[in-house]
């Protein structure tokens, strides 16, 4: 029995006379007092493998040892004490319950932290390490059970957002910081099981009522992720499994999220994966999103330099982001979604990491898939700007467009009207590949038109948003008419001015820079040449032109004359017949409708009325009309003619009227040119 009690690490108590075995543990004054050790039972959870239950220094020191005089003591052969300290026991024993008593809740934790006996504590941890030399997890458990014990304050809410991010943790002393990480730093392969342990104690406190309050544990895995922050990333799946087995359950999943989420003030990344597996999932739980949001913003708070979070975000974990920032009407509040739109920005940088010239692409098809023109303004508006980025910055991501093109026709129609708007901010080295891209997409809409294809509204504005980026892209023609017509007046404005502004030719500045230039004596032989050729022309034409028109009215008039009697025939029959044909064919049209009516069912004889109808408006508006204004002008030109002719039209009459308005032509001409010879004289000789 002794072996046995020995092997269970308790005393025992045999009394004379009786059967060995029979305890006398229970017999005392008083029951047994509660030990810290009672918190490293066997777990609830089944998600790791249970902590063998080990019995710790604080379960011996708060038992109530009972001396009779009947009795004897039977040490356990694990610590077998020297016979001066088997005198010296019952004194120190009894003095164990006395030190560890558990005192009344503080007021506030930073009292009970000032009122903790920080020799006492260490003095503690040397008899646990001394006693369980070869088991650094029951250090690690006394520690935290004591902390636990002795920092009985009022209990805060489970995520402490009131405070600091590090607290409980910042008011803990330099002093007691020591004393914790030197007793971590010694049970190092102890942690990951401490950082389990801590946790799931302070889930099976909640359940009670009242319970503890959590301000050791919370201090011990604070302590750890300081140092250690993998702990906490080492098996999330774990945790989320843990996560969703208590979501009916807001604050033990809070505390939860709490306790994962102090890894990431050591480190960006491992905060980043704690809130891409953690939080995110959790997102559009009303009870857990405002600390998910809100411990992402104090993440990205406290590490400004992004650059040690890049790669951690991926298109999976990013456009999820996106649709609950933008989208409306999902399971976050307004205020909730305004604050992720403000963290969005550094999302974003997070998610196209380091070089974002070679990832881009990547995010390039599901940004164009979400672009539809019925997405809210402020989502479009951040998608159009984020498909520029990716054109723009990452040159394979105008190839995947040319492969998503005709099945987002919607969506590349929304993209080229904002590149058409943004054209100027786009980089010129840019500009060249785009306009290739866009020449392809003319040639698809092309075939695409001939095809016939359901979506055609669709192809005609990609097609016209195609063409005005082209012409875009080459650049506005110069207006060559205009600039020529402005400079033509400039030059004569200023002319004007110069001779009017100085009393001779000589004098002006026209005149100045050409005789320097070279340019007048050219002038004036140029003129005095073409003053003698025009001379010359004129009594060339004027002995020849009489000749030559005689010989080609010899030549042409035979024909004339037949011709101007076909046309007097021709006028006069249709005068005399053409009115009683159109007659005839009104009346053969009525008689035919007539006839179509008997025969023919409502539906063509109502087509066919409507063809009369056509008919006939288009015989009384339009054919008359114009038959009307053209024998009145036949008639007009045939009174002329008999005015000019005086009665008689033949055609030796046309002949001379003819002749006559040639030369009165003529005359005109020549008029003018010799005003403008003798002009062009009278200003050289000026000089």
């Not at 002794?2 to 305890?23: D, F, I, L, T, Y």
């Not at 933008?326 to 305004?338: A, G, V």
Request: charged share 20%.
């Amino acid at each position: 029995m002794a072996a046995r009690a020995a092997s269970s690490g308790r005393w025992e108590v045999v009394k004379k006379g009786r059967r060995p075995g029979a305890s006398s543990g229970g017999r005392g004054s008083g029951g047994d007092r509660r030990a810290l050790g009672e918190a490293n039972g066997v777990w609830k959870y089944d998600l790791t493998p249970p902590i063998q239950t080990t019995s710790t220094l604080y379960e011996r020191g708060f038992e109530k040892i009972m001396k009779r005089q009947n009795k004897e003591q039977v040490p356990p052969p694990a610590v077998e004490p020297k016979k001066p300290a088997k005198k010296k026991q019952p004194k120190k024993v009894a003095t164990l319950p006395n030190q560890n008593q558990k005192q009344g809740p503080f007021r506030s934790l930073e009292e009970a932290l000032k009122a903790l006996d920080v020799a006492a504590l260490q003095k503690e941890l040397d008899k646990s390490q001394s006693v369980f030399t070869g088991n650094p997890s029951v250090w690690l458990k006394d520690l935290a059970s004591y902390l636990n014990y002795k920092l009985q304050a009022p209990r805060s809410e489970p995520t402490l957002s009131q405070h600091t991010h590090d607290y409980p943790y910042s008011l803990v002393s330099r002093e007691l910081r020591g004393i914790i990480r030197g007793l971590l730093a010694k049970a190092a392969g102890s942690l990951e099981l401490f950082f389990d342990h801590c946790l799931f104690t302070m889930l099976q406190e909640l359940d009670k009522t009242p319970g503890e309050s959590l301000h050791g544990y919370r201090i011990c895995i604070q302590a750890i992720l300081q140092d250690k922050p993998k702990i906490a990333t080492m098996n999330l799946g774990k945790f989320l499994e843990l996560l969703r087995s208590h979501q009916n359950q807001p604050v033990k999943c809070l505390t939860i999220m709490w306790a994962l989420g102090q890894a990431g003030f050591a480190n960006l990344t491992d905060g980043l994966k704690v809130w891409l597996g953690i939080m995110l999932p959790v997102l559009g739980i009303k009870s857990l999103s405002p600390f998910a949001i809100a411990y992402l913003d104090r993440l990205l708070l406290m590490h400004p330099n992004l650059t040690k979070g890049f790669g951690m975000i991926g298109p999976k974990d990013f456009f999820p982001l996106l649709d609950f920032a933008y989208m409306p009407n999902n399971s976050l509040t307004s205020s909730l979604q305004e604050q992720l739109c403000q963290l969005y920005p550094r999302l974003k940088v997070l998610a196209f990491g380091a070089k974002p010239e070679s990832t881009l692409h990547i995010y390039f098809p599901s940004f164009l898939s979400r672009a539809t023109p019925n997405c809210p303004s402020g989502m479009k508006k951040e998608l159009l700007s984020s498909l520029t980025q990716c054109l723009t910055v990452d040159p394979l991501s105008t190839s995947i467009w040319k492969q998503l093109y005709p099945k987002h026709l919607p969506q590349s129609s929304l993209l080229l009207e904002h590149l058409l708007r943004s054209w100027k901010r786009i980089p010129k080295k840019v500009r060249k590949s785009l306009q290739e891209t866009i020449q392809s997409f003319k040639l698809t809409n092309q075939e695409l038109l001939k095809k016939g294809s359901s979506s055609n509204q669709h192809v005609i504005t990609c097609d016209a948003a195609c063409k005005s980026l082209l012409q875009q892209a080459r650049g506005p023609r110069p207006p060559w008419t205009r600039l020529l017509l402005l400079l033509l007046v400039f030059a004569i404005g200023f002319l004007c001015h110069d001779f009017r502004s100085n009393s001779s030719f000589q004098a002006t500045l026209a005149g100045r820079l050409l005789r320097s230039s070279g340019f007048l004596p050219a002038g004036q032989q140029m003129c005095a040449k073409l003053y003698s050729y025009s001379l010359q022309g004129y009594s060339w034409l004027e002995e020849t032109l009489p000749a030559c028109g005689s010989y080609l009215l010899t030549i042409v008039e035979p024909g004339l004359q037949v011709a101007w009697a076909h046309t007097n025939a021709t006028v006069n029959f249709l005068s005399a017949h053409c009115a009683s044909h159109l007659a005839w064919l009104g009346d053969s049209f009525t008689g035919l409708s007539q006839r179509l009516q008997v025969q023919l069912p409502d539906a063509l004889h109502q087509l066919l009325h409507y063809l009369r109808e056509l008919l006939l408006f288009f015989h009384q508006s339009i054919l008359l009309p114009v038959w009307h204004l053209l024998l009145a002008a036949l008639a007009q030109a045939q009174e002329r003619c008999h005015h000019a002719c005086r009665g008689e039209v033949t055609w030796d009459c046309v002949k001379t009227q003819l002749c006559e308005a040639a030369h009165r032509t003529w005359l005109c001409l020549q008029d003018i040119t010799v005003a403008f010879l003798d002009w062009a004289l009278a200003t050289i000789s000026q000089q």
